[in-house]
């Protein structure tokens, strides 16, 4: 079984203030895509990863991170919005490809047991998501900061990645998202806008997604945790 992994890292990070794209920002003094790349390097189960960056980062990004780890085997420039990135990663993958997965470059905590079961789920049924339940009371709230209602919270989950899904089945989704010009905010969705299921994998709090600067105050603890070398 031939699985291939989809790194976008695309985003411009501006929510983090600086110039820097988030993805390359470092935390305890290294990038914090370096610990999302390590992560996969270690786990065995990914044979080729190509890395999604924003245009303007796409040869310095070559020139560094290009068989650095080796599993990096391609960089290709992102799109306008995250699915397009995808998408554009998705066209350089190898035609025997049978599980792709997806992982936002931002999030360098996953475990290797979220990776393994990912993709066992996906060979299995098709499409998998990593998530975990929502805790925390829900409100609906207007434009003006009024609270509507509370949600019910029951079955209620907060997608993460990675996610993991057949190579045809993911292709499918992409040509329908297209056609429809149809946009999701996550892969999965598209899975559901085909009409087709995707199961849910049990994910982690601790793999949270590197966005605003108390995220690397958070990050750095973490590190300490999972890379004590660094």
């Keep these: 079984m031939k699985v291939c992994a989809i790194i976008p890292a695309g985003g411009q990070g501006t929510r983090m203030g600086g110039t820097v794209p988030k993805q390359f920002q470092a935390l305890r003094g290294q990038p914090i895509l370096q610990y999302t790349l390590q992560r996969f390097q270690e786990s065995g189960l990914i044979d080729s990863l190509i890395l999604v960056v924003p245009e303007k980062e796409l040869e310095n990004t070559r020139a560094e991170w290009l068989g650095k780890p ?53 060979e299995k049924f098709g499409a998998a998501i990593t998530a975990i339940p929502v805790n925390d009371t829900l409100k609906q709230v207007d434009s003006s900061g009024l609270v509507q ?54 994910g982690s709090e601790w793999n949270l997604k590197i966005t605003r600067p108390e995220d690397l105050v958070l990050g750095e603890s973490i590190v300490e945790k999972m890379f004590p070398e660094h």
């Design 70 to 122: 080796p599993l990096v085997q391609q960089v290709v420039v992102g799109g306008e919005k995250r699915q397009d990135s995808v998408f554009n990663g998705y066209q350089a993958l190898a035609k025997d490809t049978d599980i792709v997965l997806v992982h936002d470059g931002v999030r360098p905590f996953l475990s290797q047991g979220m990776i393994q079961e990912t993709i066992h789920c996906a």
């Design 149 to 202: 209602r509370t949600v019910d919270r029951d079955g209620l989950w907060r997608v993460q990645t990675p996610q993991a899904f057949r190579y045809d089945l993911l292709g499918e989704a992409f040509c329908k998202a297209q056609r429809d010009s149809f946009y999701g905010t996550d892969e999965g969705a598209l899975i559901e806008y085909l009409g087709q299921e995707v199961r849910v994998v049990d």
